[in-house]
């Protein structure tokens, strides 16, 4: 399979937000909020344009991986910059095949040579462990509720570089999503259905269909 990376344009931007909306579709809930974050992350200052990358199969887009800026706050208040990755979508009839592995590897190079200290992202431990990702509560980094638990991860991104940093982590605004402003959003896309999927209940355990 030949599949090339190369930095995401402005051409691609609705073709891509339109692959982040297949891959998350009825995943994580019924519909999906990741392409709104998207779109919405384009437009914020803490994007990281040089970490914005499509992967491309036959010249047709099957997979992207963002990076936003985001900040650990220790308890003096003081900020540190560290990044997030996310949404990252491989289109779902190519998944499993390596191009997920391919865009963070990739990407988590040009991060290391951009010098930025580490990455924090919440996310399934089980496929994220293999790229160096640990938990959070082993640095002491702890989100706004002052909680901790497994899809909260770190990896640094040189060694010791989260030395002496512990504290709150915050990511960037675009992640909060009102639902009214999803559904606006949402019918500039096709049609899909919202369904509750297997998926959906092993991580929440309930789920209701806004
Ligand atoms: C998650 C995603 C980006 C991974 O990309 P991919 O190209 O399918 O993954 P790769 O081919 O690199 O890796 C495949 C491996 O990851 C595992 N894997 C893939 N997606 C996984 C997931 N959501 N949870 C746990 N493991 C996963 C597979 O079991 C496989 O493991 P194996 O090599 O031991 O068999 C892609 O599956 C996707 O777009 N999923 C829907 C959207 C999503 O969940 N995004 C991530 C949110 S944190």
Redesign the pocket.
């Known amino acids: 399979m030949n599949i090339t990376l190369r930095i995401e344009e402005e051409k691609d931007f609705r073709a891509v937000e339109n692959l982040t909306r297949e ?2 579709w009825n ?2 809930k019924p519909g999906c909020n ?1 392409h709104f974050i998207l779109h919405k992350l384009r437009s914020s200052k803490a994007f990281i344009k040089e970490l914005d990358f499509v992967a491309e199969l036959g010249g047709e887009i099957v ?1 992207n991986i963002v990076y936003s800026k985001a900040i650990v706050v220790d308890d003096a208040g003081t900020k540190y910059e560290v990044i997030g990755f ?5 289109s ?1 009839s ?9 865009l ?1 590897d990739h990407t988590v190079e040009i991060a290391k040579e951009m010098g930025f200290k580490a990455i924090i ?4 431990p ?2 994220y462990h293999r790229f160096g990702f640990k938990n959070a509560e082993i640095f002491d980094i702890h989100t706004a509720e002052g909680e901790n638990f497994d899809p909260f991860m770190v990896k640094e991104l040189y060694a010791g570089s989260l030395q002496g940093i512990t504290g709150i982590f915050f990511e960037d605004g675009a992640f909060n999503v009102g639902e009214e402003e999803l559904e606006l959003f949402d019918r500039k896309f096709p049609t899909k259905e919202k369904k509750v999927t297997d998926t959906q209940l092993a991580l929440h355990g309930a789920v209701t269909i806004n």
């Open positions: 891959a998350f995943v994580y990741e997979g996310g949404p990252i979508s491989v779902p190519c998944q499993r095949q390596g191009i997920g592995a391919k963070i992202i919440f996310g399934d089980s496929y």
